[in-house]
C-alpha cells in the first residue's frame, strides 16, 4: 500500500486518496497550524507509541448532528445536577491525562502518546481545544476533550469513573452547542455507545459538505470556563 510521507511543509493529499482504513498520510508534525489544516480538511491524527503520526480520514465518518441527540429517560437523573456537576474548561490538562491513563475494557494501552498530549494542550491554550469536566463533589469522575472550530467540535477522547459521568458531560456539551448553533460532531468512527446517543455514519463526502457549512460561522474560540 502506497501512503504520503509529510515533511514539513503544510500539506495533506486529498481525501480520495486515504486506503480503505481511512489513512491518508504519515509523518510531519503535531504543530498548532498542522492540526488546524487537518481539522479544516476533515482530518485527523491517531497513532500508537512508537509509531509514525498516522493522519485519518475514514469513509464513512461516524457523526452527530445537535438536533439529533437522543436522551433516554434513565439519564434524566443524571442531567438535574444531583448525581453529578458539570463544567467547561476548567482543567483540560487533568482531562487529557485522566483520558489518557484510564484503563478501558479491550484495550491495553493508549493512543495518547506525550507528544499527543502536549499538542492537544497548546491547541487549548490557542482556544481552540475544549474540555468538559464532570465532578462528584470535589472529584474528577468522567469528562471528555476535542477541537472546535466554526459550528464543527471534533471529539478526541472521553474517560468515566464513576456509572453514566461521560455520558452526562457529552449530553450537556452536545445541548450547549446546539444552543450556541453548531451543526455537526464528529465522532471519527463508530461507537455503540455514540450510537445510543444519535450518532450515525455518513459517506466522506457528505461529512465534507457538512463540515464545509459548519466552518463557515465564526469560531467560538478562547476559553469557555463559566460558559455551563
Not at 491524527?45 to 509514525?52: A, D, K, L, N, V
Not at 459550528?151 to 445541548?175: D, H, P, W, Y
Request: hydrophobic share 40%; glycine share 10%.
Amino acid at each position: 500500500m502506497f501512503y504520503h510521507f509529510l515533511d514539513t511543509s503544510l500539506y495533506f493529499p486529498p481525501l480520495e486518496q486515504a486506503d480503505e482504513e481511512g489513512i491518508l498520510a504519515l509523518g510531519g508534525d503535531l504543530s498548532l497550524p498542522r492540526l488546524l489544516l487537518a481539522y479544516r480538511s476533515g482530518i485527523f491524527p491517531w497513532y500508537s507509541p512508537g509509531e509514525p503520526i498516522i493522519w485519518w480520514a475514514p469513509d464513512p465518518r461516524f457523526v452527530l448532528y445537535p438536533h439529533q441527540l437522543r436522551v433516554s429517560k434513565s439519564m434524566r437523573p443524571y442531567l438535574n445536577g444531583k448525581h453529578y456537576q458539570v463544567s467547561l474548561d476548567q482543567d483540560f490538562a487533568a482531562v487529557i491525562s485522566a483520558c489518557r491513563h484510564t484503563p478501558r475494557p479491550g484495550q491495553s494501552g493508549t493512543w495518547i502518546t506525550d507528544e499527543m498530549q502536549k499538542a492537544y494542550i497548546a491547541l487549548h491554550e490557542a482556544g481552540y481545544a475544549h474540555s468538559v469536566e464532570v465532578w462528584q463533589e470535589t472529584v474528577l469522575v468522567g469528562g471528555l476533550y476535542g477541537v472546535s472550530m466554526g459550528g464543527c467540535f471534533f471529539g478526541e477522547s472521553m474517560f468515566s469513573r464513576a456509572s453514566n459521568a461521560s455520558k452526562t458531560g457529552f449530553i450537556k456539551l452536545v445541548q450547549l452547542l446546539s444552543h450556541k448553533g453548531f451543526t455537526l460532531i464528529d465522532c471519527q468512527v463508530y461507537t455503540q455507545h455514540l450510537e445510543s446517543l444519535g450518532g450515525q455514519n455518513v459517506a466522506r463526502e457528505r461529512f465534507m459538505e457538512d463540515l464545509s457549512q459548519a466552518l463557515a460561522q465564526a469560531t467560538w474560540q478562547g476559553r469557555w470556563t463559566g460558559a455551563m
